[in-house]
T-cell receptor, first 118, second 115 residues
């Protein structure tokens, strides 16, 4: 069964460093998402991406964050200068194998990358 | 604005007992509701979803949920708990805006199953 994969599973970085979290969505999906979950808190929407551009982003997704689909298979989340409060589990998700999106589309999640900022 | 409240951050049941995980939502438009499960060290897996039609929705692993508009609820149940059901469960509502989805999650309920 197709699945979303994410690498690395755990990333440790120093405050102020750049990190890139990688995701490979399900191959025929067209819509891509990043969510994060700070320990003990809710899973929060960060950004959605379609047709090589951001379709929506949350207040959390400030100028330190960027997303990219560099090669037609990978979907990346970059944090330019990490802060302590960026420590969280980051989940990638994908949905929609057809052009017309629907609110009933299931989002398929990857296993997550645990980011620890020291 | 859409929101989701899950009552009880931790629920503990005995093996074979009824599982009931509570979810209430707030939505200004007819909601589409989801339950996801997260097993340790794994991603979020869809258990079931309500879109339209029948209000009792059956999902994987024997779980089901009933959409009750009058109570703004979407509680998850399973008649008989199994040890393998121990996991964290998330209720979510989707906000469909401008053609793109985002899921709004509740805080999650951790289910423990005791022998």
């Amino acid at each position: 069964e197709p699945e979303v994969t994410q690498t690395p599973s755990h990333q440790v970085t120093q405050m102020g460093q750049e990190v890139i979290l990688r995701c490979v969505p399900i191959s025929n999906h067209l819509y891509f998402y990043w969510y994060r979950q700070i320990l003990g808190q809710k899973v929060e929407f960060l950004v959605s991406f379609y047709n090589n551009e951001i379709s929506e982003k949350s207040e959390i997704f400030d100028d330190q964050f960027s997303v990219e689909r560099p090669d037609g298979s990978n979907f990346t989340l970059k944090i330019r200068s990490t802060k302590l409060e960026d420590s969280a589990m980051y989940f990638c998700a994908s949905s929609g194998g057809v052009e017309a999106p629907s609110s009933t589309d299931t989002q398929y999640f990857g296993p997550g990358t645990r980011l620890t900022v020291l | 604005a859409q929101s989701v409240t899950q009552l009880g951050s931790h629920v503990s049941v005995s093996e074979g007992a009824l599982v009931l995980l509570r979810c209430n939502y707030s939505s200004s438009v007819p909601p589409y509701l989801f339950w996801y499960v997260q097993y340790p060290n794994q991603g979020l897996q869809l258990l079931l979803k309500y879109t339209t039609g029948a209000t009792l929705v059956k999902g994987i692993n024997g779980f089901e949920a009933e959409f009750k508009k009058s109570e703004t609820s979407f509680h998850l149940t399973k008649p008989s708990a199994h040890m393998s059901d121990a996991a964290e469960y998330f209720c979510a509502v989707t906000l469909f805006s401008g053609g793109y989805n985002k899921l709004i999650f509740g805080a999650g309920t951790r289910l423990a199953v005791h022998p």
